[in-house]
């Protein structure tokens, strides 16, 4: 055999061995079991009760409806100034940087490097004179470029996490505007309903106290006894107690209004709030409204996140191969450095081959395995969730719309008793006594429809918090053409597509 052919037999043996090497690093992947399904929306309009379809859009602004110029002020501001939405923002920033470097990974990487070192030569080392035992100045200069071959589609799958987590970071902070709007409305409505009740208060007591007079007057001049003195003093005290829970209630209130908006306890101090009218507006929970619920696409968001990543920890079990390469200068001495001589340069492939590092890349495919069940738990837990908050407030809804319709009826009754009592007090049918007491009970009726309008502006709040507030996913970051993501037309259509392709 001559010297060539053996060369060449020496080198298809090597090729077959690095073949033979390269399948074998490739370490065995574990059978994972099939994961969690997420609510599809087919499914939920069929399990939960739903439309399917189109649905009437929210406005963004959902509280600009009650046509309340301050509670406009107030929600705008508590949205510029809240400490919680400032937090969902920095997470939205960390989620972009970490969206950044994934994308980085998919691109070579250069660097440039310089550096000099004064040294002195061991006369006893590797170097001979007249270097041994001398001092010297190394210097070096030098470019490199790497790259790695994503051809298991490691970084694909990295970035599309990434872009998953910045969803949902997005997500979270629509959620976060849509919980402190929320809140700022309600407790609005909630100290308009205080300051109501509390000028009817003022009014009724006006009212008990004439009437205390007058028996006053009456057991006096010996019409009355003790006993009825006793009956008209008895309400006083409770009215009197009511307005110091009035007064706290609205302390208090003002203070969380304060609190949301960003200012002292002491800047809402004068706040007088007007009680916005029920809007003549009732929508029952709906398919596609559910599903752009910021929590509910936030969890649709990290279902997909966590499928990505799987494929991430499943090419952890592949070989990766880089490429690298450098060029720059190197001497000893700085007066040689920048010498045609000086150059140096080289490249080479890179094979990272992962033989004795399975067990750690299992238990990391197990555990990305194990994230995505507990996102698609929490998926559907919101799934559900949503839909029993939003029937919950149609419900309240419903049972508010015959309540005030009863409410109504005795409101009209107490106004046609106090007329009629005017009536015969003028016309001297009757005492003054009657007459009061015809007016406090219409007093009474009217807090109590002020109540029901309060609950009622206070459920519809509650059920465009429920219906997601008007928010809508914005336009997905690009990504790679080979894995660009689809926008849900189902609130789980992508999460159910994402999981499957996850553990494929």
């Known amino acids: 055999m001559t010297s060539r052919s053996l060369h060449r037999t020496t080198l298809a043996l090597a090729m077959g061995a690095a073949l033979l090497m390269v399948l074998a690093a490739c370490a065995p992947i574990p059978k994972l079991a099939e994961p969690g399904r997420p609510i599809d929306g087919d499914e939920a309009a069929a399990r939960l009760g739903l439309e399917a379809g189109p649905a009437e859009a929210l406005d963004a602004q959902w509280w600009k409806a009650f046509r309340d110029p301050q509670l406009d002020a107030l929600v705008e501001q508590a949205i510029a100034n809240s400490p919680t939405l400032a937090l969902a923002r920095a997470r ?15 691109r070579p990487a250069a660097e440039l490097e310089a550096d000099a070192t004064r040294q002195r030569f061991s006369e006893h080392g590797i170097y001979p004179p007249p270097l041994a ?5 190394l210097a070096n200069i030098q470019a490199g470029l790497s790259y790695e071959f994503d051809f298991f589609g490691k970084h694909d799958a990295a970035l599309r996490a990434a872009l998953g987590q910045q969803r949902a970071a997005q997500a979270d902070a629509a959620a976060a505007r849509l919980s402190v709007s929320n ?5 609005y409505v909630a100290l308009a309903r205080s300051q109501a009740q509390g000028r009817l208060l003022e009014q009724q007591k006006a009212l008990r106290d004439q009437s205390l007079d ?5 057991s006096a001049a010996g019409l009355d006894n003790g006993q009825d003195l006793r009956v008209a003093e008895a309400p006083l005290p409770d009215i009197q107690r009511q307005q110091v829970v009035l007064r706290e209630q609205q302390a208090l209130l003002r203070h969380q209004i304060a609190a949301l908006t960003g200012q002292g306890p002491t800047a809402t101090a004068s706040l007088d709030a007007a009680l916005p009218a029920a809007l003549d507006w009732r929508q029952a929970p709906h398919l596609d409204l559910l599903g752009r619920r910021p929590d509910l696409a936030a969890a649709r968001a990290r ?3 966590t499928a990505q990543d799987i494929r991430v920890a499943r090419a952890q079990f592949y070989p990766s191969v880089s490429l690298t390469a450098f060029v720059g200068l190197n001497s000893i001495g700085l007066d040689d450095l920048f010498k045609s001589g000086s150059r140096q340069y080289g490249a080479g492939p890179a094979l990272h081959l992962p033989l004795f590092d399975s067990g750690r890349l299992r238990a990391n495919l197990r555990g990305s395995a194990a994230e995505q069940d507990a996102a698609i738990a929490s998926y559907n837990a919101a799934v559900l969730d949503a839909v029993r908050d939003a029937s919950d407030q149609v419900t309240t809804l419903d049972s508010l719309r015959l309540q005030g319709a009863q409410q ?7 106004d046609s008793q106090a007329a009629l009592a005017e009536q015969r007090h003028r016309a001297g049918l009757t005492g003054r006594l009657a007459l009061l007491t015809a007016q406090q009970n219409q007093l009474l009726q009217q807090r109590g429809r002020i109540d029901l309008q309060a609950l009622t502006v206070d459920a519809q709040i509650n059920l465009m918090r429920a219906l997601g507030g008007g928010y809508s996913e914005p336009r997905r970051a690009e990504a790679p053409a080979s894995v ?3 926008t849900p037309t189902t609130p789980a259509t992508s999460a159910t597509s994402a999981t499957s392709a996850g553990r494929g």
């Open 92 to 106: 939205i920033a960390r989620a972009a940087a970490l969206t950044e470097n994934a994308e980085a990974a998919k």
């Open 133 to 137: 035992g001398s001092v010297q100045t």
């Open 408 to 414: 109504d009826a005795l409101v009209a009754n107490a």
């Open 303 to 305: 279902v997909e996140a």
């Open 214 to 218: 007058l028996v006053r007057q009456r």
């Open 484 to 486: 660009a993501p689809t």
């Open 183 to 187: 809140a700022v409305a309600k407790a």
